[in-house]
């Protein structure tokens, strides 16, 4: 079965507003995840990745925050635009079986 | 970023026809391909996982000799959806890595079956 879930299926936020995208895991041996970006009719669009050795990696506009202790990850967009809806899925490296995915609607 | 292309990114055909997808990937050379379906409004499904010169290992509930699997080079692997009707219709994406590389996916193929 899966080993990456997503807490919410869908998450609503005024333009410019910052964004959180939870996901949790269930393999503590994890140790490589990935944020992918679905937009409608499109394949899945990496965004970032995070390495067990890290807590935290930022990009553009984007963070991305690991917990190993209670085994869970999000992702942080700041300043949230119309561009940014799209359907967001955590993955992990070794076990590419993706979880229901949280879409994100952008309220212009 | 690396690049995956898959062609054709759409395809109809008639209902017993057989169809097949190519997923390349265009700067890096990909060991490990994968392949997916989608239906609407749903996540993606993991149907198999291909290594390049090997069989591809299939998830469960999904029909190898109804989804051939083929992974000759390391560019280039094939799906071809054997005696394809409505119900196969779909969207369909590959997704490439390697041990440098995370997966990276192609646009997909909308399958339609009349």
């Known amino acids: 079965g899966e080993s990456v879930g997503l807490h919410l299926p869908t998450l609503s936020v005024q333009e410019g507003d910052n964004s959180i995208i939870n996901c949790a895991y269930s393999?503590?041996?994890?140790?490589?995840f990935i944020w992918y970006k679905q937009e409608s009719g499109k394949g899945p669009q990496f965004i970032i990745d995070?390495?067990?050795?890290?807590d935290k990696r930022q990009g553009q506009r984007v963070t991305v925050l690991l917990n190993k202790t209670v085994k869970h990850l999000s992702l942080q967009i700041a300043a949230t635009q119309p561009g940014d809806s799209a359907v967001y899925f955590c993955?992990?490296?070794?076990?590419?079986?993706f979880g229901a995915g949280t879409r994100l609607t952008v309220k212009p | 970023g690396a690049v995956v292309s898959q062609h054709p990114s759409w395809v109809i055909c008639k209902s017993g026809t057989s169809v097949k997808i190519e997923c390349r990937s265009l700067?890096?050379?990909?060991?490990?391909m994968f392949w997916y379906r989608q239906f609407p409004k749903q996540s993606l499904m993991l149907m198999a996982t291909?290594?390049?010169?090997?069989?591809?290992?299939?998830e469960q509930g999904v029909e190898k000799d109804k989804f051939l699997i083929n992974h000759a080079s390391l560019t280039l692997s094939t799906l071809t959806v054997t005696s394809a009707h409505p119900e196969d219709s779909s969207f369909y994406i590959c997704?490439?890595?390697?041990?440098?590389?995370?997966?990276?996916f192609g646009d997909g193929t909308r399958l339609s079956i009349l």
């Open positions: 995070i390495r067990s050795n890290m």
């Open positions: 700067d890096f050379q990909a060991t490990t």
């Open positions: 393999n503590s041996a994890s140790d490589y």
């Open positions: 993955a992990e490296r070794n076990d590419m079986r």
């Open positions: 997704s490439a890595s390697n041990l440098n590389q995370p997966q990276h």
């Open positions: 291909s290594n390049e010169g090997s069989k591809a290992t299939y």
